[in-house]
């Protein structure tokens, strides 16, 4: 027992006890008569109580009691359990329900838990279902952490070792903060099984440039045999075969191939690892991947009717990349080079700058057959830059091809416009700018516009951006895309003044931001965004893990966004699932599990500030079979490791009685102080009642009062 005061009350204790000896000492006369010592008795004794309310010493008292640990039980409910012959589900739950019984007959606490993909704390023995598709063993050293200071004697496991989601097994390999018991389940021969657990190829590749892929393959079981892995193209082509030797053990094996795609676009490929003969599941010994692959040069035909402020910026923006130019200039009434060499050539990207005009009209008048021929043939681009000398009525029968028609404009309107990029342009391009920003964009030069732009019904154009000083809505920027072509359309006669009025400005790069997304998208770098991303494999069993990986397609844009990945099922969201950037990499990663069977849609969406922003989307299969189904035996020397570094033991489900003998009740005592403080305490001040009221007395009897 201890007794403590506040210290700043320590010189007023000692004013109050100096006063109580000056008050006796002026009684001193009148100790004689024994009545008054009473009543100063009495006196002396209240206020000695008011002094000790006044300092209000705390009294503390230290003591201890005994308090019995509970045991922590977890029973493995995943799937993998089904399918061992011994024990069956109904062998399981009673041989798990009379144990718990024996424990609860010697008088033992206990708390039930079941884990596999996620920790159930509310467990009614009788209704446990064997039906998660992956395990997690790292939810049960979880909860023990959690309550290692709320006084746990151990943990009894049920489990059969194999673990496919979360930590692996070795990470607990050294865990010795309690004893943990661990009941294995299960035959400890594996069955045989061979899968292709990931295939690793960039998400974006240059025509003609050598693409390593490497795929990683697991094999299970007792085993020592040699396997063919092939590579397939999409035409069923070989393209790469390698013979590898497996020996089972979960052991891992690497296929590396080199391939050099030479098409444009989406590549797939399909690797394919040859069955055993006794092998549980050959679903998951193929799998699909896609290349996205991108020119390393490109044709472009710059044609001008008559030369402006654009053309000399168009071409020298265009120069900058690895392009090839061709430029023809109509001059004398003629084209230079000769326009035959236009017809002759394929080109990925067409630009109309300031063309038609009035003197060449009539030629490209006769030639809009032919030209919409050879844009669809060749799957080129078109991109309109009109100018002040542009033929309205020859430009529209260009426009027709992409669902659009030119009016000449009034003369009210016919001036300098402020204009807006649209809420298309933030959701497909700006999403990924590591400069520009609102801004910036709402600083942007005003521009002439070239015409008013009237949209056939039936059109898919999309407007990217527009003017907002005319009545009546008028895109400036048109995209679209019609029967895999693509088009574009800025309707303005001096896209120069965007770059020259913000020369030597914190802007000066606006210029480059905006037509390099434009062209980008043109030249069908990044299908209809900016961003590749795709899968690590096109097909996954439920509860296997998922890495979806993607890379901006502007080399310029080092900004660092994070994101999040939304899965989709019949059109419902499923979950959201954080994005991150692998910075050795430079690529964007998100890794979750495949949750149920069937087509599962993904949206990639980045966020700027409070927006985000969709970037990508695609799918991938989700296959009927488990992940569990891949690995069905005891993986019993782990699962030692961790009862013996533990102080736990390892019993085999057949010898589960065995246990009982070390699941014993362990008692802890437990210190605690109790703390008296005398202000509250009533016994006290009932004393110090009792006290007033005899004085009172007394000094009645005294006449005093």
Not at 37 to 53: E, P
Not at 233 to 250: A, F, P, T
Not at 307 to 328: E, M, R, V
Not at 547 to 553: A, Q
Request: aromatic share 12%; charged share 20%; hydrophobic share 40%.
């Amino acid at each position: 027992m201890s007794l403590s005061i506040n210290p700043s009350y320590n010189i007023i204790g000692i004013l109050i006890l100096f006063s109580i000896i000056i008050l006796t000492a002026s009684y001193y006369k009148v100790l004689k008569e024994n009545i008054y010592n009473y009543l100063i008795i009495f006196r002396i004794l209240i206020i000695g109580c008011f002094t000790l309310l006044f300092l209000n010493p705390t009294i503390l008292v230290k003591q201890n009691k005994n308090k019995k640990l509970s045991w922590n039980i977890y029973i493995d409910n995943s799937l993998s359990l089904n399918y061992y012959k011994q024990p069956s589900y109904d062998s399981y739950i009673k041989g798990i329900s009379s144990f718990i019984q024996m424990i609860k007959n010697k008088n033992i606490d206990y708390k039930v838990n079941t884990f596999g993909s996620a920790l159930d704390t509310s467990v009614e023995i009788s209704k446990i279902k064997i039906d998660e598709h992956s395990t997690n063993i790292g939810l049960v050293f979880d909860d023990l952490n959690d309550g290692y200071e709320k006084n746990i004697a151990g943990a009894i496991i049920f489990t059969d070792g194999q673990i496919n989601q979360g930590p692996l097994l070795s990470k607990f390999a050294n865990y010795n903060e309690m004893p943990i018991h661990i009941v294995g389940i299960g035959d400890t021969i594996p069955m045989l099984d061979v899968s292709i657990k990931s295939v690793d190829i960039p998400p974006i590749s240059v025509k003609g440039d050598d693409v390593n892929v490497e795929a990683i393959i697991t094999s299970v079981g007792s085993l020592k045999e040699r396997v063919n892995v092939t590579l397939f193209d999409d035409n069923n082509k070989l393209v790469g075969s390698k013979i590898i030797n497996i020996s089972g053990g979960e052991s891992q094996e690497k296929v590396r191939f080199q391939i050099k795609p030479n098409k444009i676009g989406k590549n797939y490929y399909i690797i394919k690892c040859s069955a055993l003969s006794d092998e549980i599941n050959i679903q998951n010994n193929q799998q699909k991947v896609v290349l996205h692959v991108m020119k390393n040069q490109y044709n472009i035909a710059l044609i001008t009717g008559a030369p402006n402020f654009n053309t000399k910026l168009i071409k020298s923006y265009l120069n900058k990349g690895n392009n090839k130019i061709d430029h023809f200039l109509y001059r004398n009434n003629k084209f230079n080079p000769n326009i035959k060499r236009f017809w002759e050539k394929k080109y990925e990207v067409v630009i109309f700058d300031n063309n038609p005009i009035s003197s060449n009209s009539d030629t490209w008048n006769s030639l809009v057959r032919i030209f919409t021929k050879k844009l669809i043939s060749h799957n080129s681009s078109f991109f309109i830059i009109p100018g002040s000398e542009t033929d309205v009525n020859s430009l529209n029968n260009y426009l027709n091809i992409i669902n659009l028609e030119a009016v000449e404009l009034t003369p009210e309107n016919n001036k300098l416009s402020k204009w807006e990029f649209s809420e298309n342009w933030y959701k497909g391009f700006s999403a990924s700018t590591s400069k520009m920003n609102t801004n910036h964009y709402q600083s942007l030069p005003p521009q002439y516009p070239a015409f008013k732009l009237l949209q056939n019904s039936n059109s898919n154009n999309l407007s990217f951006a527009n003017y907002n000083e005319i009545s009546n809505i008028n895109p400036l920027l048109i995209l679209g895309e019609k029967k895999s072509v693509r088009y574009a359309f800025w309707n303005s006669i001096d896209l120069a003044s965007v770059k020259y009025k913000l020369v030597n400005t914190k802007n000066s790069f606006v210029f480059e931001g905006i037509v390099s997304k434009i062209f980008n998208w043109m030249m069908k770098k990044g299908g209809s965004q900016e961003f590749i991303f795709r899968t690590d494999k096109n097909s996954y069993q439920q509860g296997e893990e998922v890495l979806l990986s993607g890379r901006s397609l502007d080399h310029d844009n080092n900004i660092i966004n994070d994101g999040t990945v939304e899965l989709f099922f019949n059109d419902k969201l499923l979950a959201s699932r954080p994005l991150f950037l692998d910075m050795n990499k430079n690529e964007y990663k998100s890794r979750f599990w495949a949750p149920k069977p069937g087509k599962i849609e993904y949206i990639v969406k980045i966020n700027r500030g409070l927006e985000s922003y969709e970037i990508s989307k695609g799918s991938f299969e989700v296959q009927e079979s488990h992940i569990e189904l891949n690995r069905i035996y005891l993986n019993q020397e782990k699962l030692k490791n961790i009862s013996s570094t533990s102080g736990g033991e390892f019993i085999y489900w057949s010898d589960l009685d065995k246990l009982l003998e070390h699941i014993i009740v362990i008692n802890k005592k437990d210190n605690f102080v109790l703390k008296y403080t005398l202000r509250y305490n009533y016994f006290f001040i009932s004393i110090l009642l009792i006290l007033m009221t005899i004085e009172w007395l007394l000094r009645r009897r005294l006449s005093l009062i």
